[in-house]
Structures are given as C-alpha cells and as structure tokens.
C-alpha cells in the first residue's frame, strides 16, 4: 500500500505501519510499500501497540503516521550511544 491509499482509507487517523519495502537515500528513510497494522484516534494508543509489537519483534520496520500528513518523512541518525551485551 502506498501513503497516499493509506490517507484515503483511514482519514483524521493515527495509522500503526510496517514497512514492507523501503530503501535509504541521504539518511531519510523512503517507504515505497506499507501494511497498516492498526489504526488509532490518538498516539497515545498507538504507541502502546507499537510498544508491545517492537518488544515482540524488534526486527520489523514499524512507524506510526498521522494521515493528516501529506507526505511522510523519516530521518535516519547514527546511534552514538553503548549498547550493553548479555
């Protein structure tokens, strides 16, 4: 699904995505097909699924998007922090 879909199908909404196909170009990551996982009223509700899905599996590729937005735009940035090791 593209963002454009996205807006029409869900509108006024807080949308819970997955990116299926993305690339990076100049640090911003471009999303060019998306399943939504869920829509909310408000972020607060989404971030709580976001959450629980990420701590389930952090290896998807998940976001939550306003569908006010026109367009979507995600930044990349290095992570300059220590992780720890078990």
Not at 7 to 13: G, I, L, S, T, V
Not at 50 to 66: G, T
Request: aromatic share 12%.
């Amino acid at each position: 699904m593209r963002w454009k879909e996205v807006r029409q199908q869900f509108p006024d909404r807080c949308v819970l995505i997955e990116a299926l196909d993305a690339y990076t170009s100049h640090h911003e990551r471009i999303i060019e097909d998306m399943s939504v996982i869920d829509d909310f009223e408000n972020g607060n509700a989404a971030w709580k699924a976001y959450k629980k899905l990420h701590e389930d599996n952090p290896s998807r590729e998940l976001y939550i998007f306003h569908t006010n937005n026109e367009t979507i735009k995600v930044m990349e940035q290095p992570y300059f922090g220590i992780r720890r090791h078990i």
